[in-house]
């Protein structure tokens, strides 16, 4: 009986795990881990045991001493150890979760029964659960030490901890507890969606298996969907469940490959739909909420990540509320993810004007029933009108659109060319949605900035997101040939405008650029008039006055706002931007500094020869030319701003939930 729970140790070994194992259960009998947190217990523990003994094949055991063997056992049963109320009373369950690691290396160290575990298996198993943590650089762990007359590779030993315990998401982990799940609603913790996202992210994932024949993990999810095409709304989380596996994969991959027991090279996986009525109810709850967060902190798109917020908004607002306290406290959850995504992005004004939103309706949300529906009502009516001004068929998106053409005919002094060429930069829908209405008998051509700033690698050093990419990508869904779009890297911007403007080069290879088309996250007025997005537009609006090339602003009046502080430009990008590459990261930080990429940055009015909304055209006055003087244009940019705030408040007729009630 004994032996079946620790297969692959010796008699003496098995009995000393036993012990070891008996240990941490009391220590969960008396005190668990915080019980929002995804579960790090007993049954944890012996998980992870198993996933080490899944990923070396039982032919191959033997290739490990067996102190090594007795290590990993221990190592699976005490690695997550100081995740334990009981050890630090005294600290918040974000400081355990942030603190658990070191803590479980101090228990390991303090706690040590000389009958259980030797000086130097002490201090071996230290080191190990030290490094199986990814905040540890592998790399600095012990290659081999001597372990009571045994050699030891404490490295590899680390390694296997590290990827058996990455690979411990799975819904067997947190389907005992499902249950749990409702409780969340009355947490009050700025990051319960992200605590929430953890739980719901295990729930998705079916299962992982080490094929060692394919020397590959396979992956595969289960979702509540009709087909694999309805299957593919949760794909937020399915990438980001695979890039986290993948990177750690990718930090014991070459150590797996010289320890000689077994090999992973990738990761595959496979999306399963499921019946709604096979998923536990409180899963499908919380799912589409959590897949919003999920779009909202990854998602480049400035459009998506205004959808996002609005399912957001919609889906708390529209639930059915016991009591106003219970809607508040819903209320606030969305708020605080709101403003979690302006933190991350400053100038992103749809995302403030929903925030500022909801920071209205709960500060006007009463205590009677009848108040907090109607309430609720008047946020989801604004929530519709805002899904209406974003929808791409919508009429004033289709305003916009003319607006758009109007604007560049004015600017072109009513030339209509059979193909117009424009240069794009940063991924913006509004601007495809122009470019697939020109006028007829005209057709478009486009340069496109791969905007560097933006980029995202991930595990072996693969692209995660390119922003060229995603924009030729949208341009070819909406309708435009491959060879109507070239990419060109941003630092040859300069020389495409420059041989557009030399008759001497073929205009089949370098066509002139008519015009310069931008997408924006906010335009604000007060001391001047700016335009906030992405860092990298700044130099290209620069570029394009010096060979006199209009550069014309595509936005929505939502995003026009009165001035903010300019934080935005100490903000920088957390995403790996230049490569992944370890051992290149590593030689580049000894030469230089690689964390400058400011997140946005701002391109002022006299750099603009237009701003177009969905209302009208903002022309710039150049000399000589038509157009207004940049007080003038403030003043309709304020016209503006109140315009589509009366226009997001106007609810339409109908029966609100009051009197539904």
């Known amino acids: 009986?004994?032996?079946?729970?620790?297969?692959?140790?010796?008699?003496?070994?098995?009995?000393?795990?036993?012990?070891?194992?008996?240990?941490?259960?009391?220590?969960?009998?008396?005190?668990?881990?915080?019980?929002?947190?995804?579960?790090?217990?007993?049954?944890?523990?012996?998980?992870?045991?198993?996933?080490?003994?899944?990923?070396?094949?039982?032919?191959?055991?033997?290739?490990?001493?067996?102190?090594?063997?007795?290590?990993?056992?221990?190592g699976a049963w005490t690695h997550d150890i100081g995740m334990n109320q009981g050890l630090s009373p005294s600290k918040k369950p974000h400081e355990i979760r942030r603190d658990?690691?070191?803590?479980?290396?101090?228990?390991?160290?303090?706690?040590?029964?000389?009958?259980?575990?030797?000086?130097?298996?002490?201090?071996?198993l230290a080191e190990i659960i030290m490094y199986h943590s990814r905040q540890n650089d592998l790399q600095l762990c012990s290659k081999r030490r001597f372990c009571d007359g045994d050699v030891v590779?404490?490295?590899?030993?680390?390694?296997?901890?590290?990827?058996?315990?990455?690979?411990?998401?799975?819904?067997?982990?947190?389907?005992?507890?499902?249950?749990?799940?409702?409780?969340?609603?009355?947490?009050?913790?700025?990051?319960?969606?992200?605590?929430?996202?953890?739980?719901?992210?295990?729930?998705?994932?079916?299962?992982?298996?080490?094929n060692h024949d394919k020397q590959a993990l396979e992956v595969e999810f289960e979702v509540p969907a009709t087909s694999k095409d309805d299957a593919k709304r949760y794909d937020p989380i399915v990438?980001?469940?695979?890039?986290?596996?993948?990177?750690?994969?990718?930090?014991?991959?070459?150590?797996?490959?010289?320890?000689?027991l077994s090999s992973f090279h990738g990761v595959?996986?496979?999306?399963r739909p499921l019946p709604q009525r096979a998923v536990p109810s409180e899963w499908v709850r919380h799912l589409p909420r959590i897949v919003n967060y999920v779009q909202m902190i990854n998602s480049p798109s400035a459009t998506a990540i205004s959808r996002a917020g609005l399912e957001l908004v919609r889906a708390t607002a529209g639930r059915e509320y016991a009591t106003a306290q219970e809607a508040r406290e819903g209320l606030e959850q969305v708020h605080r993810t709101l403003e979690s995504t302006i933190r991350e992005r400053h100038c992103h004004n749809e995302v403030r004007r929903m925030a500022d939103r909801v920071a209205l309706a709960i500060k006007c949300l009463g205590d009677r029933a009848a108040d907090m529906n109607g309430l609720l009502e008047r946020l989801n009516a604004y929530v519709r009108q805002f899904e209406e001004l974003v929808r791409s068929d919508g009429k004033l998106a289709q305003q916009q659109t003319t607006n758009v053409w109007d604007a560049l005919s004015k600017l072109s002094q009513g030339r209509q060319p059979?193909?117009?060429?424009?240069?794009?930069?940063?991924?913006?829908?509004?601007?495809?949605?122009?470019?697939?209405?020109?006028?007829?008998?005209?057709?478009?051509?486009?340069?496109?900035?791969?905007?560097?700033?933006?980029?995202q690698y991930g595990a072996r050093n693969k692209w995660i997101y390119m922003d060229g990419e995603a924009y030729a990508a949208m341009l070819k869904e909406a309708g435009f040939s491959e060879g109507k779009i070239t990419i060109i890297p941003d630092a040859l911007i300069a020389s495409a405008m420059e041989r557009g403007k030399d008759k001497g080069v073929s205009r089949d290879d370098s066509p002139a650029i008519d015009?310069?088309?931008?997408?924006?996250?906010?335009?604000?007025?007060?001391?001047?008039?700016?335009?906030?997005?992405?860092?990298?537009?700044?130099?290209?609006?620069?570029?394009?006055?010096?060979f006199k090339i209009p550069v014309v602003l595509i936005a929505s009046a939502a995003k026009i706002s009165p001035m903010r502080s300019i934080a935005e430009k100490t903000e920088h990008r957390k995403a790996r931007w230049m490569t992944s590459d370890p051992d290149l990261l590593a030689r580049l930080h000894k030469h230089a500094r690689i964390t400058w990429n400011p997140r946005e940055e701002r391109v002022p009015f006299d750099l603009l020869a237009a701003i177009v909304t969905e209302f009208d055209v903002v022309l710039r006055r150049t000399a000589g030319r038509f157009g207004v003087t940049a007080a003038e244009a403030e003043s309709v940019l304020k016209r503006w701003e109140k315009q589509i705030t009366d226009?997001?408040?106007?609810?339409?007729?109908?029966?609100?939930?009051?009197?539904?009630?």
């Open 647 to 661: 226009y997001l408040e106007a609810r339409p007729q109908g029966k609100s939930r009051a009197a539904g009630a």
């Open 100 to 124: 658990h690691v070191k803590r479980s290396v101090q228990w390991v160290l303090d706690e040590a029964n000389p009958k259980l575990l030797s000086r130097q298996e002490t201090e071996l």
């Open 239 to 260: 990438r980001h469940v695979l890039n986290e596996i993948e990177l750690e994969l990718e930090t014991v991959e070459r150590i797996l490959d010289g320890g000689g």
């Open 1 to 74: 009986m004994i032996s079946s729970v620790f297969p692959w140790l010796s008699e003496h070994d098995t009995e000393r795990a036993n012990d070891l194992r008996r240990i941490v259960e009391i220590l969960w009998s008396r005190t668990p881990t915080p019980f929002f947190y995804t579960p790090h217990d007993p049954e944890h523990f012996a998980r992870v045991e198993r996933n080490i003994q899944r990923l070396i094949p039982k032919s191959r055991w033997g290739l490990l001493a067996d102190k090594e063997r007795f290590l990993l056992t221990c």
């Open 515 to 546: 015009a310069v088309l931008l997408g924006s996250n906010g335009v604000y007025y007060g001391d001047g008039i700016v335009t906030a997005h992405a860092a990298g537009h700044y130099q290209v609006a620069v570029v394009a006055r010096q």
């Open 418 to 455: 059979a193909e117009w060429t424009f240069l794009l930069y940063g991924c913006s829908e509004t601007v495809v949605r122009a470019l697939t209405s020109a006028p007829e008998g005209s057709s478009v051509r486009v340069y496109i900035g791969e905007a560097r700033p933006k980029t």
């Open 268 to 271: 595959t996986h496979d999306v």
């Open 153 to 210: 590779r404490p490295v590899l030993l680390a390694a296997y901890l590290r990827l058996a315990d990455a690979i411990e998401v799975s819904c067997e982990r947190v389907e005992r507890n499902a249950s749990l799940l409702p409780a969340f609603e009355h947490l009050v913790l700025g990051d319960k969606d992200e605590i929430t996202f953890h739980w719901i992210k295990s729930f998705a994932v079916a299962g992982i298996v080490a």
